[in-house]
């Protein structure tokens, strides 16, 4: 399968912004997501980019896609206790496959 | 948005033993996707089910160890046989309405012991 890495851990103090950052190896992909698990809980789809786009904002979320480097980045501003969680970045690569990266868990200081 | 719901949502059970998962849509898919996620890693997919045909399975897992039922187009079921401890994971089930997003259920944590 395709490789999509993440760094494993973020801590942010409440209030600052968080960028959690992805990068992919496909140079094929179509669609790129982010997706917020909380603790026991599913995956929750929070925002997808399309790969001929380089930016996409959604409230406090912004998503940068650099397509050229593979670099695909997930910005939270003003960050609440809430927003602690894995965040997972996928990729879509041909038809129906999504692969994965490692998750980045994002703790959210008071 | 589809509303997935999976049953059980947590169980520990005996080594040796299967359990069976159950995943329920709100509307009809072609294809259900199911997912193992192990302890402090991300989402590796075991298999696609699509109705009336065979499961199609991902390299590493096979059918006599997780078998798909797929009886229509909005319900699948999940089974993980002859447990062992390494199968603890978090099972989820999938389906993808277009390109645009994935929806997945709440997840089934299965402990084995």
């Known amino acids: 399968g395709e490789d999509v890495e993440q760094s494993l851990f973020l801590s942010v103090r409440e209030g600052d912004s968080s960028v959690i950052n992805c990068t992919y190896t496909?140079?094929?992909?179509?669609?790129l997501y982010w997706y917020k698990q909380e603790p026991g809980a599913g995956l929750q789809l929070l925002t997808y980019i399309f790969s001929n786009m380089d930016m996409k904002q959604d409230q406090r979320l912004t998503v940068l896609l650099n397509k050229k480097d593979k670099h695909l980045s997930l910005r939270i501003a003003d960050t609440q206790t809430g927003d602690s969680a894995i965040y997972f970045c996928?990729?879509?690569?041909?038809?129906?496959?999504?692969?994965f990266g490692t998750g980045t868990r994002l703790t959210v200081i008071p | 948005s589809a509303v997935i719901s999976q049953k059980p949502s947590r169980d520990i059970c005996q080594r040796g033993t299967s359990l069976t998962i159950q995943c329920q849509v709100d509307?009809?898919?072609?294809?259900m996707f199911w997912y193992r996620q192990q302890p402090g890693q991300s989402l590796t997919l075991i298999a696609t089910a699509n109705q009336g045909s065979e499961a199609t399975y991902e390299s590493g897992f096979v059918i006599d160890k997780f078998p798909i039922s797929r009886p229509n187009l909005t319900f699948s079921t999940l089974t993980v046989s002859n447990m062992s401890p390494e199968d603890s994971s978090i099972y989820l089930c999938?389906?993808?309405?277009?390109?645009?997003?994935?929806?997945f259920g709440q997840g089934t944590r299965l402990t084995v012991v």
């Open positions: 496909d140079s094929s992909s179509t669609y």
């Open positions: 509307s009809q898919v072609t294809m």
């Open positions: 996928a990729e879509r690569s041909g038809a129906n496959n999504l692969f």
């Open positions: 999938s389906v993808e309405q277009s390109e645009t997003g994935a929806f």
